[in-house]
């Protein structure tokens, strides 16, 4: 038996050890995830305890049919967007202004771990649109193929296409601009 | 040598082409030079995306979450215990009303009977007390359980 299954439905009949098992196979995934998307890690905390207390609320209306992970994403997506909505009414699709190149002051090993490629990636996709964080989280981070992208983000798979490709190049340009000289020419 | 597949890379490179899109895209790059060195920099950039540092919630966030949700369903079990008990008391309070009544009607009208002649004014009125008494008790049930139920949806 699925084991998501099998712990969705304990949690369903109250028990906490359904909780902890589903907690332990997603915590870090969603963690991940919102914060990626909420760009904070002080309200990606609080996005990632509120879902957790949403699941308990409402496993009862889970559809045990389907995979669980997609499920628990569209409650968090849905608690991270009413966050982002309120913060920024105007639009979740607007990039901010790129930053000055710089990281850490003062610390060495932090210098170090700065200057890694992978760091320096993850600093441009901070920079980027709460939507297009979120498209780029999913697809390269939880590696959700695109009909798993689309359901997620419940929009039809052109659109979940369309906003992958504006992510992606949204995301380039911004290193060109920053760090012309390397490799993402 | 067919067009150039430039727009077509940052998809390829994730992966989100249909199978006969990828197929030409591939077909092209073995030709063009240009659209492969574009495509091997959406490659690097879709590898690295898939390695960046990779945020984990603290061990404190995790038992935090774990009381709260513990807290949360305690308070759902309570909540529904409680609703079970007020529904009886309830529908108690409401039967033992309409069984006193049927039980006063019987007894003072055996009484009636047996003196042979109507209820007195003080049978009554005593009757009348109880009868407020007891529908006043059943509406202090129907508010209290009202608000109880109004309060748990809020919590």
């Given at each position: 038996m699925?084991?998501?299954?099998?712990?969705?439905?304990?949690l369903?009949?109250g028990?906490?050890?359904?909780?902890?098992?589903?907690?332990?196979?997603?915590?870090?995934?969603?963690?991940?995830?919102l914060?990626?998307?909420?760009?904070d890690e002080t309200?990606?905390?609080?996005a990632?305890?509120?879902?957790?207390?949403?699941?308990?609320e409402?496993i009862?209306?889970y559809?045990?049919?389907?995979?669980?992970?997609?499920?628990l994403?569209?409650?968090?997506?849905?608690?991270?967007?009413?966050?982002?909505?309120?913060r920024?009414?105007?639009?979740l699709?607007?990039v901010d202004?790129?930053?000055?190149?710089g990281?850490?002051e003062?610390?060495?090993?932090?210098?170090?771990?700065?200057?890694?490629?992978?760091?320096r990636?993850?600093d441009a996709?901070?920079?980027?649109?709460?939507?297009?964080?979120?498209?780029?989280?999913?697809?390269?981070?939880?590696?959700?193929?695109l009909?798993?992208?689309?359901e997620?983000?419940?929009?039809?798979?052109?659109t979940a296409?369309a906003?992958?490709?504006?992510?992606?190049?949204?995301?380039?340009?911004?290193?060109?601009a920053?760090?012309?000289?390397?490799d993402w020419? | 040598?067919?067009?150039?597949?430039?727009?077509?890379?940052?998809?390829?490179?994730a992966?989100?082409l249909?199978?006969?899109?990828a197929?030409?895209?591939?077909?092209?790059?073995?030709?063009c030079?240009?659209c492969?060195?574009e495509?091997g920099a959406?490659?690097r950039?879709a590898?690295?995306?898939?390695?960046?540092?990779?945020?984990?919630?603290?061990?404190?966030?995790?038992?935090?979450?774990?009381e709260?949700?513990?807290?949360?369903?305690?308070?759902?079990r309570?909540?529904?215990?409680n609703?079970?008990?007020?529904?009886?008391?309830v529908?108690?309070?409401w039967?033992?009303?309409?069984v006193?009544?049927?039980?006063?009607d019987l007894v003072?009208?055996?009484l009636a009977?047996r003196?042979?002649?109507p209820?007195?004014?003080t049978?009554?009125?005593y009757a009348?007390?109880?009868?407020?008494g007891?529908?006043?008790?059943?509406?202090?049930a129907?508010?209290?359980?009202?608000r109880?139920?109004e309060?748990?949806?809020?919590?």
């Amino acid at each position: 038996m699925d084991p998501d299954r099998d712990d969705a439905a304990r949690l369903r009949r109250g028990d906490t050890a359904g909780l902890a098992g589903l907690m332990g196979r997603h915590q870090d995934r969603l963690f991940r995830y919102l914060l990626r998307l909420l760009g904070d890690e002080t309200v990606a905390e609080d996005a990632f305890q509120q879902t957790w207390l949403q699941v308990a609320e409402r496993i009862g209306r889970y559809d045990a049919a389907r995979p669980f992970g997609p499920w628990l994403f569209t409650v968090a997506r849905n608690l991270a967007l009413d966050h982002l909505r309120r913060r920024w009414p105007e639009s979740l699709d607007q990039v901010d202004e790129p930053e000055a190149p710089g990281g850490p002051e003062g610390d060495p090993l932090a210098h170090a771990v700065a200057r890694q490629q992978g760091a320096r990636l993850a600093d441009a996709v901070a920079g980027l649109a709460p939507l297009d964080r979120e498209v780029l989280s999913l697809r390269f981070e939880e590696d959700l193929a695109l009909p798993q992208l689309a359901e997620t983000l419940g929009v039809p798979l052109p659109t979940a296409k369309a906003r992958l490709y504006r992510a992606l190049t949204r995301l380039r340009g911004r290193l060109l601009a920053r760090a012309p000289a390397e490799d993402w020419r | 040598m067919s067009g150039h597949v430039t727009d077509r890379l940052p998809l390829a490179a994730a992966e989100a082409l249909d199978p006969a899109e990828a197929a030409r895209v591939e077909e092209h790059l073995r030709e063009c030079a240009a659209c492969a060195s574009e495509a091997g920099a959406w490659h690097r950039l879709a590898e690295g995306l898939g390695r960046m540092p990779s945020p984990r919630p603290s061990r404190a966030l995790v038992a935090r979450t774990v009381e709260a949700v513990e807290e949360r369903l305690a308070e759902r079990r309570e909540g529904a215990w409680n609703r079970a008990a007020l529904g009886f008391l309830v529908a108690f309070a409401w039967t033992l009303a309409v069984v006193s009544w049927l039980l006063l009607d019987l007894v003072t009208g055996e009484l009636a009977l047996r003196l042979d002649r109507p209820v007195g004014p003080t049978a009554a009125w005593y009757a009348a007390y109880m009868i407020a008494g007891w529908l006043t008790a059943g509406a202090a049930a129907v508010l209290l359980g009202r608000r109880a139920h109004e309060e748990g949806r809020i919590a």
